[in-house]
């Protein structure tokens, strides 16, 4: 994915091309007149204070970016160290459970396809609305777009984010034939998955190593065909 994130913006047209501002000398101290004509300064564009506003201008850009995904900023910005780590073996697990069932991983493809057209989207409206000149604001931008690029698969299994989302309206939209016991035995084993995943995200907020942990584990479950709804609940801990 992080080649899904450079295509993007490789390929965007000439005035939205980036970069260039950051690279350029800057004056330490700029000054300009007062009404009594004296000289004051004006904030430094590599003080702390500018550092501490490109820091917010950047958490604003993931936010809104993040947003478009349906995932929380402040989930992701505890996602880090172990957690990380633990969150990559998941989404080994969780792929090689959709390649199981063919129809699962055509939705959760054509799932991943309306994210990708809704991060783009917010891309292009945030860098649409930057003026020329605000090419440092641009160039925030950019890294936020990149930074989520980097971590794309993971981030579709956060709480609430796509891939969670197709697989509870396909549980729904199995569930009264699957009671029923009308479904046909292609639609069975695509309900089975779907619920046995589900199980897995039901009450894991993904917050530390533990809990990808758990979640690994039941999606190694639908994996190996055991549909048994299992209750796997985020354990508060932090695991540093």
Same mark, same amino acid.
């Given at each position: 994915?992080?080649? !899904?994130?450079?295509?993007?913006?490789?390929?965007?047209?000439?005035?939205?091309?980036?970069?260039?501002?950051?690279?350029?000398?800057?004056?330490?101290?700029?000054?300009k007149r007062d009404d009594d004509g004296e000289a004051e300064p004006?904030?430094?564009?590599? #003080?702390?204070?500018?550092?501490?506003?490109?820091?917010?201008?950047?958490?604003? $850009?993931?936010?809104?970016?993040?947003?478009?995904? @349906?995932?929380?900023?402040?989930? $992701?910005? @505890?996602?880090?160290?172990?957690?990380?780590?633990?969150?990559?073996?998941? #989404?080994?697990?969780?792929?090689?459970?959709?390649?199981?069932?063919?129809?699962?991983? #055509?939705?959760?493809?054509?799932?991943?396809?309306?994210?990708?057209?809704?991060?783009?989207?917010?891309?292009?409206?945030?860098?649409?609305?930057?003026?020329?000149?605000?090419?440092?604001?641009?160039?925030?931008?950019?890294?936020? !777009?990149?930074?989520?690029?980097? $971590? *794309?698969?993971?981030?579709?299994?956060?709480?609430?984010?796509? !891939?969670?989302?197709?697989?509870?309206?396909?549980?729904?939209?199995?569930?009264?034939?699957?009671?029923?016991?009308?479904?046909?035995?292609?639609?069975?084993?695509? !309900?089975?998955?779907?619920?046995?995943?589900?199980?897995?995200?039901?009450?894991?907020?993904?917050?530390?190593?533990?809990? *990808?942990?758990?979640?690994?584990?039941?999606?190694?479950?639908?994996? @190996?065909?055991? @549909?048994?709804?299992?209750?796997?609940?985020?354990?508060?801990?932090t695991i540093n």
């Amino acid at each position: 994915m992080s080649d !899904y994130g450079q295509k993007q913006i490789e390929s965007a047209p000439p005035e939205q091309t980036f970069g260039g501002a950051l690279n350029e000398p800057s004056k330490a101290i700029e000054h300009k007149r007062d009404d009594d004509g004296e000289a004051e300064p004006t904030a430094s564009p590599i #003080n702390a204070l500018d550092e501490m506003a490109s820091a917010d201008q950047k958490a604003q $850009y993931l936010a809104d970016l993040l947003d478009a995904l @349906h995932v929380d900023l402040e989930t $992701y910005e @505890h996602f880090s160290g172990p957690a990380f780590s633990a969150a990559v073996a998941a #989404n080994e697990e969780f792929s090689r459970a959709r390649r199981s069932n063919q129809t699962l991983d #055509n939705a959760l493809a054509a799932r991943d396809e309306q994210a990708r057209a809704s991060l783009e989207n917010a891309f292009s409206l945030r860098n649409s609305q930057l003026r020329p000149g605000q090419e440092r604001k641009r160039q925030l931008l950019r890294d936020a !777009y990149q930074e989520i690029a980097k $971590y *794309w698969h993971v981030l579709m299994l956060f709480p609430n984010g796509p !891939y969670e989302d197709v697989l509870r309206v396909l549980v729904e939209e199995l569930e009264t034939d699957a009671g029923a016991g009308t479904l046909s035995t292609d639609d069975a084993a695509l !309900y089975g998955i779907a619920r046995t995943l589900v199980d897995a995200f039901k009450g894991n907020g993904r917050g530390n190593e533990f809990s *990808w942990r758990r979640l690994e584990g039941g999606f190694n479950q639908a994996l @190996h065909g055991s @549909h048994t709804p299992v209750a796997f609940s985020d354990d508060k801990r932090t695991i540093n």
